[in-house]
Structures are given as C-alpha cells and as structure tokens.
C-alpha cells in the first residue's frame, strides 16, 4: 500500500508546483513524509533539522561564496550531519528522544535547499499542504491504516 501513496504524494506533488509555482520542500519530499503522519515527532524532528540545516548555509554564505551544485550539495550534506548527530547524541542529552528523530539522511538538506530558494514559510506552507493532502487521499482511497 505504501508504494501506491508514494506516487500519489509524487503526482501530487507535481501538480502542486505546477499550478502554484512553489515546490513543497522538493517533489519526492512529501512521499516521504506523507508516510510517516502517523508519527508527527519525526515530522517536526525533520523540519528542525532543515531548519538548522538552513541555519548553517546562511551562517557560512557570510564568509564563503556558495551557490548551483556547491549550495545543494552543502545543504545535503549538512542535513545528513544533522541527521546523524541527531541519532548519535540527541538521545544522550534526552533520553525520550528516540521518536523525535529525522526522516531520512537527504530530507532534511532538500527542505533546507527548497527553503533558501523560496523562502521558509512558502516552502513549509507547501510541503504541509501537499503532505496533508495525499494523507487525506490516502485515507480515502484506503491506502493509509
């Protein structure tokens, strides 16, 4: 059933950037995230870990000249960073933290790219609406338990 979603959430997607011009976070983002709904720590685990991720670009763009490839790459692997020191250390510091971890090693860096290219509140209020939709979808079409 999940690979049914998985390419509802990409047409979805699609359809959304094409009429409205706005990319939710990337076009593949929302198939990941829309499986995971049932487990909304790890969707706010993985927007703040873009979040910092965006944090970070922004801090070093002061001082180094990044942009195309070298930009996308540096949010990817920023967020990967993130993502494992969110695995390895977060748990240490609070020891609840095991359903508030991230989705994914690249999410994070393509919701931090998407948010430096669109801005934080466009490309959060898409990703949300798409997400939301597919699940909704989903539940209809009998697709998400």
Same mark, same amino acid.
């Given at each position: 059933?999940?690979?049914?979603?998985?390419?509802?959430?990409l047409?979805?997607?699609?359809?959304?950037?094409?009429?409205?011009?706005?990319?939710?976070?990337?076009?593949?983002?929302?198939?990941?995230?829309?499986?995971?709904?049932?487990?909304?720590?790890?969707?706010?685990?993985? *927007?703040?870990? &873009?979040? =910092?991720?965006?944090?970070?670009?922004?801090? #070093?763009?002061?001082? !180094? $000249?990044?942009?195309?490839?070298?930009?996308?790459?540096?949010?990817?692997?920023?967020?990967?960073?993130?993502?494992?020191?969110?695995?390895?250390?977060?748990?240490? *510091?609070?020891? &609840?933290? =095991?359903?508030?971890?991230?989705?994914?090693? #690249?999410?994070?860096? !393509? $919701?931090?790219?998407?948010?430096?290219?669109?801005?934080v509140?466009?490309?959060?209020?898409?990703l949300?609406?798409?997400?939301?939709?597919?699940?909704l979808?989903?539940?209809?079409?009998?697709?998400v338990?």
């Open positions: 059933m999940e690979y049914e979603l998985i390419f509802v959430a047409l979805a997607s699609l359809i959304f950037a094409g009429i409205t011009g706005i990319y939710p976070g990337g076009i593949i983002v929302p198939s990941y995230l829309v499986l995971f709904m049932n487990q909304p720590s790890r969707l706010l685990g993985t *927007l703040v870990a &873009a979040l =910092l991720t965006y944090g970070c670009y922004k801090l #070093v763009s002061r001082y !180094l $000249i990044i942009f195309g490839r070298r930009m996308f790459v540096f949010m990817v692997f920023v967020g990967a960073v993130w993502t494992f020191c969110w695995i390895q250390f977060f748990p240490l *510091l609070y020891p &609840a933290a =095991l359903e508030f971890r991230v989705i994914g090693w #690249v999410v994070p860096g !393509l $919701i931090a790219n998407n948010f430096q290219r669109q801005g509140f466009s490309t959060t209020a898409g949300v609406t798409v997400t939301v939709a597919v699940f979808v989903g539940r209809i079409l009998g697709l338990g």
